[in-house]
Every structure is written in C-alpha cells, then in structure tokens.
C-alpha cells in the first residue's frame, strides 16, 4: 500500500484485523495457538474476523458493535507462553503501519498495548500467578 491512510474508518479496520490475521495464520509462534482456538479453514476463521471487526470498532471508534467477554475467552484457552503477547504486539503494530500514517498506527499501538496487557493480567489472575 503505498498511500497510508490518516484517519481510521470501518473499511481500515477490516483491511487491518485481515492483513493482521493473515500474519497471525502464517507466524511459526502464534499460528498453533490460534488453530487450536479457532480451527484451521477459513470458515472457522471468519466468525472470529467478524467479532474482531467489531471489537476494533468498538476500541477506535468508540462504535459500540462489540458486545463479547473477551477476558472469558482468553482465560478459557489452554495455557501458553505470555512473552509471546510480544510477538502478537509486533505484528499488529506492523500491519497498522503497513495501512496508516505514523499517527494513526501509534494510536493503535497504545490500544493494542493496554487490550495486551489487560488479557495477561486476567490469564495471570486465573493461574493464580502474581499480577
């Protein structure tokens, strides 16, 4: 993409979570733990796509459309390395750079930043781990 976007719409986040997820399905570290989660073909996946269209929605455009517990569900899978919150954090800091201007892709750094760290301290809480 060679003209970055300056401001976030629906249509951006969509192209960012489907850029982001293909990643995600292509990345040695994160693709098992996802194909446990969701499943291997894209008609597993899609279901997941929607909810995440809405959840980033909801996040940078203050939309509302999500209406899940995602603490619940992330506490429900099985465990796995947090470090590699780092790795997801990269990549989807990549993908918002591929798509926006420096502005823009620092926003959601921050957001996907606190979404990352609030997701490890309720996986911590539930193994009883020190927060």
Same mark, same amino acid.
């Given at each position: 993409?060679?003209?970055? $976007?300056?401001?976030?719409?629906?249509?951006?986040?969509?192209?960012?979570?489907?850029?982001?997820?293909?990643?995600?399905?292509?990345?040695?570290?994160?693709?098992?733990?996802?194909?446990?989660? =969701?499943?291997?073909?894209?008609?597993?996946?899609?279901?997941? $796509?929607?909810?995440? *269209?809405?959840?980033?929605?909801? =996040?940078?455009?203050? %939309? %509302?459309?999500?209406?899940?517990?995602?603490?619940?569900?992330?506490?429900?899978?099985?465990?796995?390395?947090? %470090?590699?919150?780092?790795?997801? $954090?990269?990549?989807?800091?990549?993908?918002?750079?591929?798509?926006?201007?420096?502005?823009?892709?620092?926003? *959601?750094?921050?957001?996907?930043?606190?979404?990352?760290? %609030? =997701?490890?301290?309720? =996986?911590?809480?539930?193994?009883?781990?020190?927060?």
């Amino acid at each position: 993409m060679s003209e970055k $976007l300056d401001h976030i719409t629906e249509d951006s986040i969509k192209m960012l979570v489907d850029q982001f997820y293909i990643k995600v399905r292509k990345d040695p570290d994160l693709k098992p733990i996802f194909e446990r989660a =969701i499943g291997t073909d894209d008609g597993q996946w899609q279901p997941h $796509l929607d909810r995440m *269209y809405d959840f980033w929605s909801s =996040i940078m455009l203050a %939309s %509302s459309r999500y209406h899940g517990t995602p603490m619940k569900k992330h506490n429900d899978l099985p465990p796995f390395d947090l %470090s590699l919150f780092d790795r997801w $954090l990269e990549l989807f800091e990549e993908t918002a750079r591929d798509i926006h201007n420096e502005d823009v892709t620092a926003h *959601y750094k921050d957001k996907s930043i606190r979404v990352a760290e %609030s =997701i490890k301290i309720a =996986i911590r809480r539930k193994s009883g781990k020190v927060v």
